[in-house]
């Protein structure tokens, strides 16, 4: 992806969204740039062939990142029938010292989903499991969160560290905290607050045309709503969205380069 494209995926997301010892504390540097890295992923049926492809490119994210940035990185899955934003693998925080060998049997752990996802929601309670205390909002009414749960994702939240959540599904967003239908994310971006943790939001998603509301390639069923909520977010922490498909020039879909999209998301993060 050149850069002119990139630069219209982040500064204009009104325009087409198409083509896209083990160490258990986070990396220190210098001037104390850290970031909690937080995957999302849709771990259903149809992301076989992308979840291939990111265990092929994820450390070209790492590995982008500036020299003077620490990081440290857990993973969930987006599907609720799983423990909603419970950190998979063991050990559940990976850091530079850790994540090359680690990383692939992580995404392993991860169960098959069954395609009803809730990205925002497995975010929010993977950050209810790190807090202590948590925000009262984390026990909200259809929430499966319980005071059991507090602590489980210990560690994750670094003091001083900006949480970045990539999600990466061929679906939109179905969380039960909005109303099916309904593209305003207001609720989710308001419970990112309450961690007090400044917040950036990436994804790897469905091509999606905002000005007609149709989605290229759409071979995760995805709904026009459920995407735009990824873009509102995307908008709202100067992140970066990226198609995982694109049509390419007789007119097929194919996917985007991996290897590309790590790359603009480093880059995208050093940025900031």
């Not at 149809?46 to 990081?71: I, K, T």
């Not at 950190?87 to 060998?101: N, Q, S, V």
């Not at 499966?144 to 949480?163: C, Q, Y």
């Amino acid at each position: 992806m050149n850069n002119l494209l990139k630069t219209l995926f982040v500064m204009n997301l009104s325009a087409c969204i198409s083509s896209g010892s083990k160490n258990t504390e986070p990396s220190t540097t210098t001037d104390n740039r850290l970031y909690d890295i937080l995957l999302v992923f849709d771990n259903s049926g149809s992301m076989a062939e992308e979840r291939a492809a990111v265990l092929e490119s994820f450390a070209l994210l790492w590995e982008g990142l500036s020299p003077d940035a620490g990081f440290q990185l857990g993973i969930t899955a987006s599907d609720s029938t799983t423990a909603l934003g419970l950190l998979a693998g063991e050990p559940k925080l990976l850091t530079a010292d850790t994540i090359e060998e680690v990383f692939p049997s992580t995404m392993d752990s991860l169960p098959v989903g069954s395609g009803q996802e809730e990205p925002l929601e497995a975010a929010f309670m993977a950050l209810c499991r790190a807090a202590d205390p948590p925000p009262s909002s984390c026990m909200h009414t259809t929430s499966s969160f319980t005071e059991a749960e507090i602590g489980s994702n210990e560690g994750f939240l670094t003091a001083g560290s900006t949480v970045v959540i990539l999600s990466i599904s061929d679906e939109g967003d179905s969380s039960r905290q909005i109303s099916p239908g309904d593209d305003d994310v207001s609720i989710y971006q308001d419970a990112y607050t309450e961690f007090n943790h400044p917040l950036v939001f990436l994804a790897l998603g469905p091509a999606y045309d905002q000005s007609t509301g149709i989605i290229d390639c759409n071979s995760g069923g995805a709904s026009a709503w459920g995407v735009q909520r990824f873009s509102s977010l995307v908008e709202a922490t100067n992140g970066i969205y990226l198609p995982l498909q694109s049509i390419n020039e007789n007119g097929e879909c194919e996917s985007t380069n991996m290897d590309d999209n790590m790359s603009a998301f480093a880059e995208q993060l050093n940025s900031l």
